[in-house]
């Protein structure tokens, strides 16, 4: 039973770049959350995909977006970056509103 | 709004003792869940331990049972003979009822000493 995987592992851009970070969820789940870890600090919530519709939303701006496809496999994408979009970017996977179980992460760092 | 509170920044153990990490956390719902997770030096947030609000008995996973203080807004880690796996950030979590908006404390980093 595979679990929750995203990709890529580290990635480079440069300010005012786009960025592109995709993530399958566990097998039999069907929502995807998206998490924005800062070195240091514990992750917070970015915003959540479920039936193809972001469900909820945290304190983010609109350069940060995303998607979910029909196999419910989901992209962050962030446009415009800023320094401080460096983090450690997480994505986690449930059963509409239950346990979330996390992938690995992204660790994007803007230069 | 929901907030989570950590208040051990850094935890030490001996291998095979028992150590307790703190959390703390402000709500008006009545309906939430709390979450434990490790998160080890390779990133991944692993799933420790899960309890839901309206259960009185306090969870158990093997080593890992929590002290659920509802009243009190508390709810603590206690890790049973400790082992140098045990060794990462634990980062306490906690999600109202109806949504899957979790909020995180800033972490604890957990060393064990052999």
């Known amino acids: 039973d595979a679990g929750v995987t995203q990709s890529p592992t580290h990635l480079i851009k440069t300010r005012g770049q786009q960025v592109t970070l995709r993530c399958s969820p566990k097998?039999?789940?069907?929502?995807v959350s998206w998490y924005q870890q800062a070195l240091g600090q514990g992750p917070q919530f970015i915003f959540q995909y479920y039936e193809e519709e972001e469900r909820q939303r945290g304190n983010f701006p609109d350069r940060f977006s995303g998607h979910q496809f029909p196999n419910y496999s989901s992209e962050l994408n962030v446009n415009a970056l800023l320094l401080g979009d460096s983090a450690l970017y997480l994505c986690a996977s449930s059963l509409v509103v239950d346990t979330q179980y996390f992938g690995p992460g992204t660790r994007l760092t803007v230069l | 709004a929901q907030t989570v509170t950590q208040s051990q920044p850094e935890m030490s153990v001996q291998e095979a003792e028992t150590v307790t990490l703190s959390c703390t956390y402000d709500t008006s719902e009545s309906d939430y869940y709390l979450f434990w997770y490790k998160q080890p030096p390779s990133r991944q947030m692993i799933l420790v331990i899960r309890q839901e609000a309206y259960k009185q008995q306090n969870a158990t996973e093997n080593r890992f049972s929590v002290n659920f203080q509802k009243a009190a807004k508390s709810f603590s880690l206690k890790i049973s003979d400790s082992q140098l796996g045990d060794a990462a950030m634990y980062f306490c979590?906690?999600?109202?009822?109806?949504?899957?908006?979790?909020?995180f404390g800033a972490g604890t980093r957990l060393t064990v000493k052999p």
């Open positions: 979590a906690y999600r109202s009822g109806n949504n899957n908006d979790m909020r």
């Open positions: 097998s039999g789940h069907d929502t």
